[in-house]
Each structure stands twice: as C-alpha cells, then as structure tokens.
C-alpha cells in the first residue's frame, strides 16, 4: 500500500486499533488457557491482587494502563508491563502486516484473505509464546487445532508457501493444503526424531511433545518451509540461549518463542532468508 493515500492511513490505523484489542484478549487467553478450571471469555477480568472487577473504562488497550500509571484503580498494586506490552506489539504487527501484504486497498481480493490467514496466525503465535514462557507448555488447543487447520489456512492463503509446495498440483490451492498435510507430518516427524536422538545421546529429555506438536502445526501451514522455520528457531535459540545461560547462569529455555519467530520470518521471507543462507557457500 501507498503511505502517502489517507484511506491506507485509516485502513493501517483501524488494523493497529484491532491489533491491540485481539493483543488484550491473547493477554486473558495467555492468562487463563493453562488454568484448566477458567473460560477465556467469562467473566469479566479481574485484578490478580484484589479481586476487584476491572470495568471497561479501566480495560481499554494500552490507554487504561498508562491513564492508571500501571496502577489498579482498588488497590493500587502495580499491573505488569507486558499486559500494555503485548497490546502494543500485536498492534504494531497488525499494523505492519496490513501495509505489507494488502497490495491495493481498495479492491477486497485475494490479499485481504491472506492478511486475515497472517492476522490469525500471528495471533497463535503471540499466545503460544506468551503461555510457554509462564509455564512452559504449549496448550493443545492451540497446537492441534493449528494441525487441523493448518491445511484449511493453506487452501486459503497458498502465498503462504511462497508458490513452492511440497506437492505440486495444478490449483496452487489444493497444491498448499496437501503439501500443509504432507508438511505436518514431515515437520512433526522430524522434530519428534531430532529429540528422540537428543534423549538417546544425553540421557534425559531433550525437547516437549508440545514443541513436536506446534511444529506440526506450522508444517499444516507452510508446508516444507517449516523446516527453515526450525532451522531459524534453532539458529536463534542457540545464540540467545548461550547469552541467557551466561546472564542468569542456567535458566530453562522455553523453545516454543524461537519456534513462533521462526515461523513469522519464514511466513514474510522465506525465499529470502533461504537465498541469504545459500549466498554464505557462494563464492
Ligand atoms: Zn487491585
């Protein structure tokens, strides 16, 4: 899209305001999903100190937390940043996915379902990487809903694997949803063998069925390119894990956020990350 035309501002704009809504609820969805005993849309929030119910004015995204200076209005205990936080990331990638992937404004085609497939995916990743790092799981309902989906979200946006599909077919439609079913499998079987191996060599176990499972699930989607995505998590998680184990001396590494990045780069630049890796072996 052009910056310089106001209704891609407004468009632009109205996807950052979404961004931060869906953000809030990934914040209730991070909060409640692991406790098994609570429903992410009832009831109305609380304050985690006192009680208190939050009314909607003090619930607004981002703008209640800075008007209550991260305070809460009963008891004055302090609100966590990363509630305003993750508001204002998932607005900004909301945002930043619309001016990226919708081409012409105007014309309600086949980008707008792409950036709704995008939207919803990054969505996903946003809560997987919020619960694993709170309690190191990645929730079923999020993994395996993604490994039925997966395909169906492939159908919908083949751009998704960058027009090469594990299984070429002459509909690029039906081309991504086989390959999507084809790659959770591969995906899966490949990460479930690399920890096998892991637990052989080392004695203990290396990786979670959840981290085998939300591969799985981003194989469902981009097909053979989740294999990069692993590479890039993989890549990630060794140089930040070294600083982290260096820093805080031996902390558990939760793999779930490398594995979200992973697929959120290679979903955007798959060809590109994978010609820049190629290029270091070209003379
Ligand atoms: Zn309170």
């Given at each position: ?89 998932t ?6 996915l ?30 997987l ?13 999020i ?32 081309a ?78 939760p ?9 959120w ?19």
């Amino acid at each position: 899209m052009s910056l310089g035309d106001p209704r891609v501002v407004v468009i632009i704009g109205a996807l950052g305001a979404l961004g931060a809504c869906i953000g809030s609820f990934l914040n209730v969805v991070a909060y409640r999903l692991p406790r098994e005993c609570m429903n992410v849309a009832r009831p109305r929030s609380r304050c985690t100190q006192c009680g208190r119910s939050i009314a909607w004015y003090d619930n607004l995204p981002v703008l209640s937390w800075i008007l209550l200076r991260g305070k809460c209005r009963g008891c004055r205990a302090s609100i966590s940043m990363r509630y305003p936080g993750v508001e204002l990331g998932t607005a900004l990638l909301f945002a930043w996915l619309g001016a990226h992937v919708v081409k012409e404004p105007t014309a309600f085609g086949s980008d707008w379902l792409v950036l709704a497939v995008m939207l919803t995916i990054t969505s996903a990743l946003i809560a997987l990487t919020l619960v694993d790092l709170d309690y190191r799981i990645l929730p079923d309902e999020i993994t395996k809903s993604g490994i039925v989906l997966g395909p169906v979200l492939a159908f919908c946006a083949p751009e998704l694997q960058h027009d090469a599909h594990l299984i070429s077919l002459d509909s690029p439609r039906w081309a991504a949803a086989v390959s999507g079913v084809a790659g959770a499998a591969m995906a899966g079987g490949v990460l479930w063998s690399i920890g096998w191996l892991g637990s052989k060599a080392f004695k203990k176990d290396a990786m979670g069925f959840g981290d085998v499972k939300m591969i799985a699930a981003m194989g469902g989607c981009l097909g053979h390119w989740a294999l990069l995505s692993l590479a890039v998590a993989a890549l990630c998680g060794a140089v930040i894990g070294i600083v982290i184990r260096v820093v805080t001396a031996g902390r558990y590494i939760p793999f779930g956020p490398f594995l979200a990045v992973g697929m959120w780069t290679v979903m955007l630049w798959g060809p590109e990350i994978w010609n820049g890796y190629m290029d270091l072996f070209r003379p």
